[in-house]
């Protein structure tokens, strides 16, 4: 980090707590999270003054997820705050979040004072060195004189290029020092260089690839949405008549009630999207990293298909899958480049073997079943909130159908953790969420084992007067695990099976509104009732206690070996 002398005559010096204050606020942060403890109480006694909207969670962990969907729904870098020791290490799941989905965060955390560090103090950890591996960049600050420039710098840092979680940790000592602001500058950092707009060369070479394909595919991930590419994605595809599958992080970077869109692929994606790009001679991936729940086994991954790989990440770039044309640039950027190459195909044959696909294998459960199906609550929710709500999930057998039957049609529209898988994320991202944008409405679709680790956070809802929603899928099992206990481990239910407390009036105590629906008959008014409420309210659906998410590509198989199929056929 920069050292920044003190006998600029320009240079205005203030106490640190109120520096770090001053750079929130030139940094245009408006909201953020955190959890108050005693080597931070010097900077919250300066946020007490502060025109900065500043929610307290019940945990830390819950804050750091409030931050991260704060940052995906609204495209600005999230922040939140915590003590040192336990304060720091509670923060430690939210951020590896945040990192594996790429979202820029800042995360403060206070330290003991330096001449305490490495004397096992009271509430000292050793923050950075815990967080290292799970932050795009972390520091601590040792010199009054770095304070200010540091946290500009961890601001950029955290935004540029492929986004990501920086942390500083801040000793007490130096939020109350006296600490230079030098006057604000463009900022420099060789080690953060990006390729923006791909070389010229490697586009045209794309362009080629897709105007003499027969069969191409777009395989689109969460850095479309990164990127605010959209539009261009959507004129690419409808320029070059392409079909479009999108992981789990690119849903609503293309509109799915599109006739071009192949809905999600991957191991509980659509069977069409994974039949079209197993039998594509071109794949061309934008802002995805070909992760494991997405290829299946890379050995037989889209065995025919020419590859071409556009990321701003190079490390991202043949680090799971052999690419023939890489374009290292911005997805916005390369994509814009792309439309002037491109050529419109009929591709006929193309699409009529997809529309074949979709009409035999769509996404299906059993509609006459006289119990409550989870895909029916959802299908429902979509139904009357006309697809525009933005959903926010925990992780499990909801956060799938949540995929398969909500349709999304815009950017930022499902927040949800991907790469990490971390349970307990929904409740605090739906705040979060709505904290962001406080005119949309705002729906937690959970599971019962999720909403069980963060349900606290209901309190932070209630106290802020947030009108989230919370449909809980109900099925009294850690759903997923089950699901593979059923398939893999001979019904061995080993620990999966919960006894839950009553949620409705659990809900209720809290201070929410809360609804039990145990009947099918009884989905669509609870539906409606729950989108009716202007206060926090959870509605428990109790659903199918074992159905599973279909269809499904077992560990190890490829993507064209997909369980269940013969399951639709029947219902």
Sequence with gaps: ??????????????????VIVDMLI??????????????????FDKLYDAPINFIIPRHEQGGCHMADAYARASGKVGVVVATSGPGATNLTTGI??????????????????????????????????????????NMI????????????EAFYIAKSGRPGPVLIDIPVDMQLAQCPIPPKGEIDLPG?????????????????????????VLYVGGGVIISGASDQLRALAQKANIP??????GLGAYDQSRPESLDMLGMHGSAYANYAVQHADLLISVGARFEDRVTGNLQTFAPHAKIVHIDLDPSSIGKNVKVDIPVVGDAKQVLTALLN?????????????????????????DKNADVIKPQYVIEEICRQTQGQAIICTGVGQHQMWSAQFYKYSRPRQLITSGGLGTMGFGLPAAIGAQLACPDKPVIDIDGDSSFNMTLTELSTAVMYKLPIKVALINNGYMGMVRQWQELFYGKRYSKSSLVNPDFANLARAFGCVGITVDKKEQVAGAVKDMLAETRPCVVDFRVDREENVWPMVPAGKSLHEMDGLDIFEMA
């Design 192 to 216: 953060i260089k990006n390729r923006a707009h791909g070389h010229a060369r490697q586009i045209t070479m794309a362009a080629q690839a897709i105007n003499e394909s027969q069969k191409p």
């Design 1 to 18: 980090m920069s050292k920044n002398g003190t006998n600029n005559d320009k240079t205005v010096h203030k106490v640190g707590s109120q």
């Design 244 to 249: 479009v599958t999108t992981t789990l992080m």
């Design 96 to 137: 590896a979040t945040a990192m594996m989905d790429s979202v820029p965060l800042v995360a403060i955390t206070g330290q003991v004072r330096t001449s305490l560090i490495g004397n096992d103090a009271f509430q000292e950890a050793d923050t950075t060195g815990i967080t290292r591996p799970i932050t795009k960049h």
């Design 26 to 43: 030139e940094q245009g942060v408006e909201t953020m999270f955190g959890y108050l403890g005693g080597v931070v109480l010097p900077l």
């Design 341 to 365: 190459e491109v050529e419109y195909k009929p591709r006929k044959e193309w699409f009529e073997t997809i529309a074949a696909w979709k009409a035999k294998h769509p996404f299906m459960y």
């Design 141 to 152: 600050i040792k010199d009054p004189n770095d304070l200010a420039q540091s946290i500009r």
